[in-house]
């Protein structure tokens, strides 16, 4: 088996930097070299499935929606830490289209607790969290997951398994800040690969301000004019004429992170 066969990876950084295109261009890049890979939205903007092409009635609905399989799974009065999650990345989850080569891709919807309803909060999240794990540690396939913007999701230690993290930031002040923070973070969860992806940068070469925490410099991602046309009328980030740049791009993020 190849790295990126079974390489798992989380991609982060602050709000509305393109952490989610960057997600679908990746699982895009890694399926058209005949890799299979799951996307996982674990992100509240629920935006990754629009990023990858599918209209909305084809978005599977956010896991954390879910208060059947919360219930069942992680129960309503003693709630069991360890519940069987095997089967629910394969049934809540929708095939995305396959173009002749590429990969099949799988989109998986986590969702917000915050977002799940009347339901328990505490359950909820167990369940996703467990789901994440299992994504993580037990999927042979190519697994990436579209963080919530912010700090917090590291905070709390929802990727502490993923072999690498993206993080993803704007050629600004505030953002790179918020991507040093990450950064620094993730350190502290003991995940060793580290890169940044600079997107929207006019700059092929551009010097980047010395913040500790600061991932190293893995590709930089131009303000691409195709997607800028299509972003009213179309949601999906995909098949633009841009493409070939963005492929080098993923392909030098990928290389950064192999072992």
């Given amino acids: 088996m190849t790295p990126h066969a079974g390489l798992k990876l989380a ?20 399926a058209s070299r005949g890799y299979d890979v799951w996307l996982v939205d674990a992100d509240t903007s629920l935006s990754l ?4 092409g599918l209209a909305p009635g084809d978005i599977p609905q956010p896991l954390a929606t879910r208060e059947d399989l919360v219930r069942s799974r992680i129960g ?3 709630m069991s830490l360890t519940p069987l999650v095997d089967d629910l990345p394969g049934e809540l989850s929708v095939r995305l289209p396959r173009p002749p080569g590429y990969g099949e891709r799988r989109l998986l919807v986590m969702g917000a607790v915050d977002a799940a309803g009347g339901g328990c909060a505490c359950a909820a999240n167990a369940l996703l969290k467990a789901v994440l794990s299992h994504m ?10 579209d963080l919530e913007a912010g700090v917090e999701h590291l ?5 502490e398994h993923v072999d690498g993290l993206v993080v993803v ?3 600004s002040l505030r953002s790179l800040r918020t991507a040093a923070e990450v950064g620094r973070l993730a350190e502290g969860l003991g995940l060793s690969r580290r890169v940044l992806a600079l997107n929207r940068c006019a700059s092929a070469r551009p010097e980047l301000p010395d913040l500790p925490g600061l991932p190293k410099l893995a590709a ?3 303000p691409l004019a195709g997607l800028c046309e299509r972003q009213l009328t179309d949601g999906s980030v995909l098949g633009l004429d841009e493409a070939p740049g963005i ?3 993923c392909g030098a993020i990928l290389d950064a992170l192999s072992p």
């Fill in 11 to 30: 991609v982060a950084g602050k709000g509305g930097v393109g952490k989610t295109s960057l997600t679908a261009w990746l699982g895009d890049h890694l």
């Fill in 49 to 52: 499935g629009a990023a990858c």
């Fill in 76 to 78: 309503s009065g003693l």
């Fill in 136 to 145: 993580v540690l037990g999927c042979r396939e190519a697994v990436l997951v």
């Fill in 155 to 159: 905070g709390r230690g929802t990727v």
């Fill in 169 to 171: 930031s704007e050629p």
């Fill in 220 to 222: 930089v991602i131009p």
């Fill in 247 to 249: 492929a080098s791009a």
